[in-house]
């Protein structure tokens, strides 16, 4: 787990951008509002009884962070299904402390 796990799903990462990066993706970034994204996707799983993949998110929320719900324990993934590219995707399913996250 890393540094994130310390984040609640209402915070903002210190740094949505990555070092090095040019400012136009740090703006970028910065324009973006992380707790508002994470709850979006952390409602389109909750939203799918039968699990969601990465493209059901993106279609339901227009963002994923997937990576960042999974490391705040929030999401999990045990299982695969086809995707609408033909290929397999994770299913991914909220978690006890999702839901309470969602209350």
């Given at each position: 787990?890393?540094?994130?796990?310390?984040?609640?799903?209402?915070?903002?990462?210190?740094?949505?951008?990555?070092?090095?990066?040019?400012?136009t993706?740090?703006?970028?970034?910065?324009?973006?509002?992380?707790?508002?994204?994470?709850?979006?996707?952390?409602?389109?799983?909750?939203?799918?009884?039968?699990?969601?993949?990465?493209?059901?998110?993106?279609?339901?929320?227009?963002?994923?962070?997937?990576?960042?719900l999974?490391?705040?324990?929030?999401?999990?993934?045990?299982?695969?299904?086809q995707?609408?590219?033909?290929?397999?995707?994770?299913?991914?399913?909220?978690?006890?402390?999702?839901?309470?996250?969602?209350?």
């Open positions: 787990m890393s540094g994130d796990a310390q984040l609640s799903i209402f915070e903002t990462p210190a740094a949505p951008s990555r070092r090095g990066d040019p400012i993706s740090e703006l970028a970034g910065a324009s973006v509002d992380v707790p508002a994204r994470r709850r979006a996707a952390l409602e389109a799983i909750a939203a799918h009884r039968d699990g969601a993949t990465y493209h059901d998110v993106v279609n339901a929320a227009g963002a994923g962070r997937l990576t960042e999974d490391r705040l324990g929030l999401i999990e993934t045990h299982e695969l299904r995707g609408p590219t033909g290929r397999l995707a994770r299913v991914w399913r909220v978690t006890p402390a999702g839901l309470e996250a969602l209350r």
